[in-house]
Structures are given as C-alpha cells and as structure tokens.
C-alpha cells in the first residue's frame, strides 16, 4: 500500500511538473505571439504617418520650395528605409513565418518605391526629361499600390488568424493603406500637376537661364578621362573629386553630385552655387572597388535647366 500510494503520488508530481511546463511553454508563446504583433503594429503606425506627410506635401506642396519639397521627400525616404530595416529585424515566431515574409515583401516594395520616386522628383520639377521622370513616379505608385493589396490580403489575416487560433485577443494589427486614392495618384497627369504648385512656389528657380556642367572629375587627385582607361593606385578610402560648374546666371540651391560604381550610388550636396561659380565636391567610394570598374558621375539638373547632357560622364578606372 505504500508502495502504491508512494506511486501515485509521483505520477501526481509528474502530472504537475509536465502541466507546469506545457503551461510555460504555452505562456511564452503567447508572449511571443503578442510582442510580434504589437512590434508590427508600432511600425505600421508609424508607416501610416509618413504616407500622410508624403501625399499632404505632394497633394499641395505650394508652400514649398523646390529645394525644401526635395528634402522632404528624400526625409520620407530614409523614414521607409528604417521600417525596412525594423521589419527585417523582427523576430517572428515560428507561426508567423509566413506572414513575415509576407510583411517582408511588402516593406520592399514600398523601400524601393519611395527611393525611386525620390530619386526621380528633382527630374521631374525640371523641364529636361520631366515627362520621363514623372511617368516613373506613377509607376512607382503602382508598386505602392500592390504593397497596399499584399498586406490586406496575406499578411494582416494571416497574424490575426494566427492570434486567434493561440486565443489571443485585442492585439490584432491594424490596416495599412500607404498609397491614398490610389485611381488619383496612378495618373502622371495628376501627378504633373501637382508638381506644378512647387515649380509655381519658387518662381526665382525657373526664370533666368539654368545650367549646370560636370567640369571634371579625379580620383584620389588623378584626373580621370572618360576615353581612356584610367589607373589609380589607392591606399584606404579612394575619394573622387568632382568638380561642378555653375554655368547659367543665377544662384543654384540643393544640387546633388552622384557617383555610381558596381552598382552602388553615393551621392553628396551642394548646398548653394553662385552663377558662374566651380565648386568641388568630395564623395569617398565605401566600399572601396578593386579592378576594373565603371566609374559614372553625374550632376542632377536644376528646375529650368534646358540642356543636361554635360551634366554626366562614365569612366573606366583600374583601382590596383
């Protein structure tokens, strides 16, 4: 008897110890589940936000300067660019790995939307190759759009039916809609028009005559030349200097100097340039290249300039 009773104590003690242990288990999933959950929340809040600060600028952005109206744009850029990272760095249960690439998806869509339609927005105030530029623009929307159509379809009943089937309630995440009136903003006429308030806010920009030059361009103080093959000997950081030419007569805010190589676009700001005036700009290549590559720089046109086609050069340049 008490052998038995000595028996069925311990199958009651390790009843108790598996019930506690599946009860921990079940507790930290549910926590998981819910820190998931309301981490995506906060980040499609804040997404929400910097859809509302883009398309009230674009919307009426009259009180805008040109060079102010890029630098918005370009600051909701770089807010896309941290969700991007912050979805990335989600850690997601195992039950909602599917939603998470889901959500991941989503995120690129709308990363590489917004960098192509900021990069594309001192283009289209421009007169040389705005209609291009704003086509561009339109379909970037589309790719905002379908980001939208993702998230209603897969991702937002997906964490929520998985919240639901672990009994968890009133963390659901909320909608998501970063593209308004999507049939409005599709249009390149739409868009055109709007862009046309900023051009309208900053008369001073658009009258005169307007040009920029690539004057030239060196790397580590060798001049490169672009009919040739130019070898550079570098030790660290390789730095290309490109110098730029204020060729028209007025004074030119916000230009913008890239450099391209292997795919990779660094890019450095003029802050102002005086007619006629030549100013250098230094933009060191991270990673540094090795071998042979294509060096392209180019100086983004001003809002007037009419003639760009001095504005850009390619280079072949050896790094040994």
């Known amino acids: 008897m008490r052998r038995g009773l000595a028996l069925g104590a311990g199958l009651l003690i390790l009843i108790l110890i598996v019930l506690g242990v599946k009860g921990c288990l079940n507790a930290r999933k549910e926590r998981a589940l819910t820190d998931y959950a309301r981490n995506v929340s906060q980040i499609v809040d804040e997404t929400q936000q910097t859809s509302e600060s883009f398309f009230t600028k674009l919307d009426d952005p ?41 959500l991941e998806l989503v995120y690129e869509l709308r990363g590489a939307a917004m960098t192509e339609i900021a990069n594309q927005m001192r283009t289209a105030l421009a007169d040389i190759g705005s209609e291009r530029a704003i086509a561009t623009i339109a379909n970037q929307m589309r790719k905002l759009m379908g980001s939208d159509v993702l998230y209603a379809a897969v991702v937002r009943p997906e964490i929520d039916g998985v919240l639901a089937d672990n009994g968890i309630e009133g963390d659901d995440v909320p909608r998501s809609v970063f593209l308004p009136d999507e049939t409005r903003w599709l249009d390149p006429t739409t868009i055109s028009s709007a862009l ?95 071998g042979q590559v294509t060096l392209d720089v180019n100086v983004q046109p001003v809002p007037g300039e009419r003639v760009s086609s001095n504005n850009e050069a390619s280079y072949t340049v050896v790094f040994q």
Not at 78 to 88: F, H, I, L, T
Not at 209 to 237: E, I, R
Not at 273 to 282: F, K, N, R, S, Y
């Open 62 to 102: 009259s009180s805008l300067s040109v060079t102010e109206f890029v630098g918005e744009v370009n600051a909701d850029r770089s807010a896309m660019d941290n969700y991007v990272a912050r979805v990335e760095s989600l850690d997601a249960p195992g039950d909602m790995a599917h939603a998470q690439g889901a």
């Open 196 to 290: 046309g308030s900023v051009n309208g806010a900053a008369p001073a920009e658009t009258t005169g005559v307007h040009g920029l030059g690539l004057a030239g361009a060196s790397v580590d103080g060798v001049p490169l030349s672009s009919d040739a093959t130019n070898t550079v000997t570098v030790d660290g950081t390789p730095e290309v200097e490109v110098q730029v030419q204020n060729q028209g007569d007025s004074t030119e805010n916000g230009v913008t100097v890239s450099v391209s190589v292997d795919g990779n676009t660094l890019e450095q700001d003029i802050s102002s340039i005086a007619a006629l005036e030549t100013q250098t700009v230094t933009i060191p290549l991270t990673p540094a290249p090795s």
